[in-house]
């Protein structure tokens, strides 16, 4: 297990949208790591798009937002090195094996050994018996206990998983919860979901209260 390192997300009247109908609604908070935080809400509430502004891939239209990793405060363009975000949007090359795929995905991060660290990622999502099989094979669950593998490739600080356990059987919900539990200790884990099984297990939370998918503005 890595040593625990102190980590810091907060905002400030935050607030994305995408129509005047989408998006995330102002919303302020502190958290604090190590631990876990969940982030729920209803569908269409902006449980995505915060996550994506954590991650440094989306920037907000108004409000602020910090992540500290130790002692370093890190900008967007720097916080691909300290976060790893699983999510559902997250494809693969289908006719590249599982292995190949995230090697690939670790030379891109620019890792010193891509092959060891794809290995060491499968390991911890149980998936290492499927590393020689193409994705194309792949069942949606193990598709994303995949996508978990690949947030964990460069071992990150701060793990942002969205609705981790979508098509997951019980194993890989144990899988899941077995991740969760390691990385609480040593950093910082936001969770975006409303099953209660995931945000029950998270010490902070924070509660979205935008419209929604369906209602009007």
């Known amino acids: ?38 982030v729920t809400g209803a569908n269409g509430s902006g449980k995505s798009t915060l ?35 699983a999510s559902p949007e997250l494809a693969f090359y289908d006719e590249l094996t599982v292995g190949e795929n995230l090697v690939f995905a670790a030379e891109a991060r620019g890792l010193e050994r891509p092959a060891t660290a794809a290995r060491a990622a499968l390991e911890r999502v149980r998936l290492d018996a499927r590393g020689d099989d193409r994705v194309v094979a792949l069942s949606s669950g193990m598709k994303q206990r995949l996508r978990i593998a690949f947030a964990l490739l460069h071992r990150p600080a701060v793990l942002l998983l969205d609705e981790p ?53």
């Open 165 to 217: 356990g979508s098509h997951l059987d019980e194993e890989g919900r144990a899988v899941n919860s077995a991740i969760v539990d390691e990385h609480r200790e040593s950093g910082l884990v936001v969770i975006a979901t409303n099953d209660e099984r995931e945000w029950r297990i998270a010490q902070q939370r924070i509660e979205l209260h935008g419209r929604g998918l369906g209602h009007t503005a």
């Open 51 to 85: 996550l994506r502004i954590v991650a440094g891939l989306l920037r907000q239209r108004s409000g602020s937002i910090e992540l500290h990793v130790g002692d370093r405060k890190l900008p967007p363009a720097e916080r691909r090195h300290a976060v790893g975000f």
């Open 1 to 38: 297990m890595s040593a625990a390192v102190p980590v810091s997300l907060s905002a400030r009247d935050l607030e994305h949208f995408f129509t005047a109908r989408r998006g995330l609604q102002r919303v302020s908070f502190d958290c604090f790591g190590p631990g876990c935080v969940a």
